[in-house]
Structure formats: C-alpha cells, structure tokens
C-alpha cells in the first residue's frame, strides 16, 4: 500500500511539474530581437528529392528525373498571436534557395520578440522591386545571375528553375525539360504569395531564436491544381498561357511541418 501512495505521490508531482511548464511557456516574458530561421525541405509528393538520383511518375503516368530544383522567395511577415504583422525589411528580403548547392536555409535576422502564429512570403520577385530598375535591385541582381535565375534584365528574373528528364508513353527516350518561371517585365506579372499557419507559436526573444521547418513538394509544379504535360509541352518559359498555371502550382507547393523552438542551435 505505501507503494501505491508513492507512486501515486510521484505521478501527480510529474503532472504538476509539466502543468507549471506549460503555464510558463504561456507567460513567459519575451523581449528584445531574435533570428528566424526558415528551412525548405525539398521532396517529391512524399518522399526526399534526390536530385539525377530518383525518378517520380505524375498524374499524367510521365516519370521525371529531377536535375534542377532552385526558386526565388522574397517580402517575409510574421504576423504574431495578436494579428500583428512584422514585416522583413524589404531591401534585404530577397532570397534563392538551390537544392543543388544545399542553400535550403534562411535567416531573418532582427525580428522583434513575439509568439508567431503564421508566416507570410512571395515566391519570385515583385513588380514594386523590378520597377526600380537593374540599379535598385542591389547584390540581389549579381547573385540571380551568378544562380542563373535570370533572363536578360528586360526580360526579368526566374522565380522558379526547374530541369530535368522525362519519359511517357509516347516519349520513351529521356527527354529533357526546362520549367522557367517569371515575370516578364511589367507584362505578365506571376509573382505570388502564399500564407501559412504554423501550428506551433514560433517564440521570438533575445534568447531565442526558432527555427521553422517547411515541406516543399516539388511534384505540386507540374502536378497541383494545374495538371500539366511534359508531353505536350517540354520547355515552359516565356509562356503567356502556362506559365501562370505554373505560378499558380508553385504558391501552393509549401506547407509546414514543425516549428522547433530554442536558441537555433539544434534540431
């Protein structure tokens, strides 16, 4: 019997020790500035994406090696548990992330203390910023060309770089494609934004710094709520018709899949 009090005893100290933590990450005073940081895991509808490693066979039975996976995201908000809304300043919120070189990771620097409920980005690079010309993109420009994620200026920047090979029924030698996305001057605008709730309050202090962990499916490109054919058409760039589909696919490619919070320096 003094067994079972003691046990009984002890469970209920556990259970209050884990009560009281709980209400201390509720309460907890959060101030100063910290970093963000945001990592964009790149898969294929479920699984890692390899690149020239694995194949993937879409909705239109056509099997993708993948080669080439970089994209532009740019113009970050944290909106916090009360709707605030931080926004990143915009000369330094411009970003390429490059599954080939493995700069899958951003950081946000100097955000003010908070409890984040939803993050908010555009994928590519927005009328406002183009139309201050070459001179007002800043290093930006120098390191979308050094990515190879630009046209010619006038032509403008690639929001999306997307290659690899292909095959189908009809198609049975590998083939290549070339999926890029832009805007094209000020003509056809495919800048997009996507919004996402994180689950988990991302906690922002002097002393933390939390690191946000986003799912991205490169298979929604082709295969999201446009359906498209390789077959039909194996080089999208400069493409008044498909490439707003694609635009369309690639803003909802993103989804979160944790929020770890600590001082940034594990997992």
Sequence with gaps: MKSFYKISAFLFLVVFAAS?????????????????????????????LLLSASSYTNSQNETLTVSR??????????TD?????????????????????????IVLTNIPAGRYTSLTFGIGVDQEKYLQGAEGQ???????????????????????????????????????????????????????????????EALVSDDMSPIIHLVVD?????????????????????DGENSPKIAENISNMFSVDHVHNGDGSSH
């Excluded at 309460?27 to 294929?44: A, C, H, Q, R, Y």
């Excluded at 996976?69 to 944290?78: A, H, T």
């Design 20 to 48: 009281c933590s709980s209400d201390d990450d509720g309460t907890m005073d959060l101030t100063g500035t910290g970093e963000v940081k945001i990592e964009f895991d790149n898969s294929m509808a479920g699984d890692d």
């Design 69 to 78: 996976l970089n994209y532009i995201v740019s113009n970050f908000r944290l």
């Design 81 to 105: 548990e009360d709707g605030n809304v931080f926004t990143y300043p915009k000369d330094d919120s411009y970003f390429i992330t490059s599954e080939e070189t493995g700069s899958t990771e």
């Design 138 to 200: 800043g290093v930006f420009l120098s390191k979308a060309e050094e990515s190879d994620m630009m046209w010619a200026w006038q032509a403008g920047y690639k929001f999306l770089n997307y290659e690899g090979t292909f095959t189908s029924a009809t198609v049975t030698d590998a083939t290549n494609f070339k999926i890029h996305v832009g805007s094209h001057g000020s003509s056809l605008d495919n800048y997009k934004e996507t919004s996402l709730a994180l689950g988990t």
């Design 218 to 238: 490169a298979s929604a490109i082709l295969d999201g709520t446009n359906k498209m054919s390789l077959t039909e058409k194996a080089v999208i760039m400069v």
